[in-house]
C-alpha cells in the first residue's frame, strides 16, 4: 500500500510559478513510474507529465517547455515544476503511481492516487 499526499498548489496570477510536490509512504516509491494529472468541473482527468521509475520524463504537449517534472527517491517525492502558468492551467492536480505503466495517459494503469492539490491561476 503505498499513500500519496500532494501539496504546492494555491493561487497565483498570470505567468507566475508554483511547484506541486507528491509525497509518498513506504519504501517501494523508487520501483512506481508517476504521474501527474489535472482536473477541471466537467471533464476528464487528464495527464499532464509523467516519469518513469529510473527519471525519464513525459509531458503533455500543452505543458512541454513551461512544466518540469522531477523525482527524489531518497525522499520518497516527486515534483512538478509549473512556470508561465496561464488561466488553463487551473485545475485539482493529482499525482499517481504505477508499477507497470504503459502508456503515461491511462488512468487504469495506475495503482494508487493523491487526494489532489487545487492550483489556480488569475488572469
Known amino acids: 500500500q503505498v499513500q500519496l499526499v500532494e501539496s504546492g498548489g494555491g493561487l497565483v496570477q498570470a505567468g507566475g510559478s508554483l511547484r506541486l510536490s507528491c509525497a509518498a509512504s513506504?519504501?517501494?516509491?523508487?520501483?512506481?513510474?508517476v504521474g501527474w494529472f489535472r482536473q477541471t468541473p466537467g471533464k476528464e482527468r487528464e495527464l499532464v507529465s509523467g516519469i518513469s521509475s529510473i527519471g525519464f520524463p513525459y509531458y503533455a504537449d500543452s505543458v512541454k517547455g513551461r512544466f518540469t517534472i522531477s523525482r527524489d527517491n531518497d525522499k520518497n517525492t516527486a515534483y512538478l515544476q509549473m512556470n508561465s502558468l496561464t488561466p488553463e492551467d487551473t485545475a485539482v492536480y493529482f499525482c499517481?503511481?504505477?508499477?507497470?505503466?504503459?502508456?503515461?495517459?491511462?488512468?487504469?494503469?495506475?495503482?494508487?492516487w493523491g487526494q489532489g492539490t487545487q492550483v489556480t491561476v488569475s488572469s
Open positions: 513506504g519504501r517501494t516509491f523508487r520501483r512506481y513510474a
Open positions: 499517481a503511481v504505477g508499477s507497470a505503466i504503459r502508456d503515461y495517459r491511462k488512468i487504469e494503469q495506475y495503482d494508487y
